[in-house]
């Protein structure tokens, strides 16, 4: 019975690890794919038009939580139809910090009104970025996605322990 429960309690914890992994995979992937593939798209000028930080909370343990986004929005034109860019880099809406004066710091390079170079998808051209081959977003996830990978693993080698 002590040798079922255990290997009941690592697989589900497996299990949890695998989901993990899967569900920060599912996030990140996109944005590293879309972030190589607009190192070759085509560009045309643009203007910032918003350069913030967004502030948003999270309820946890009922105490409100606040952390904020940078945000950069530009416009740009595309075979005579005006478009907005909505992000600096792919998965940006991932990078959160604990201070207005961070978020503000990772887009300091940006100003409302100034000109930029907006990278747009040739096939779908309202998928623009600001930033082309700019995976860093992404890596806190992908990272993530690895470190839940390897406890799966190892509490599948602890399962298989257990049974020996």
């Known amino acids: 019975m002590k040798l079922f429960i255990s290997l009941l309690f690592f697989l589900i914890l497996a299990g949890v690890f695998l989901w993990q992994s899967y569900r920060l995979l599912k996030r990140s ?3 590293l794919r879309d972030a190589q593939a607009s190192r070759s798209w085509p560009s045309v000028p643009g203007t910032v038009t918003i350069v913030s930080s967004r502030a948003e909370w999270v309820n946890v343990r009922r105490k409100n939580l606040s952390y ?3 945000w950069v929005q530009s416009t740009y034109t595309v075979n005579g139809q005006a478009l907005v860019c909505e992000r600096f880099a792919f998965n940006d809406h991932l990078i959160s910090t604990g201070t207005k004066k961070d978020a503000e710091d990772r887009i300091k390079s940006y100003q409302v009104g100034q000109t ?3 990278y747009y998808d040739p096939t779908e051209p309202q998928k623009s970025v600001l930033e082309p081959g700019n995976i860093s977003p992404s890596m806190s996830s992908l ?3 690895v470190i839940f990978f390897g406890l799966a693993l190892l509490q599948f080698v602890l399962a298989f322990l257990a049974i020996k």
């Open 68 to 70: 904020f986004r940078p």
């Open 116 to 118: 930029v170079q907006v």
């Open 29 to 31: 992937l996109p944005g």
């Open 143 to 145: 990272v993530g996605a």
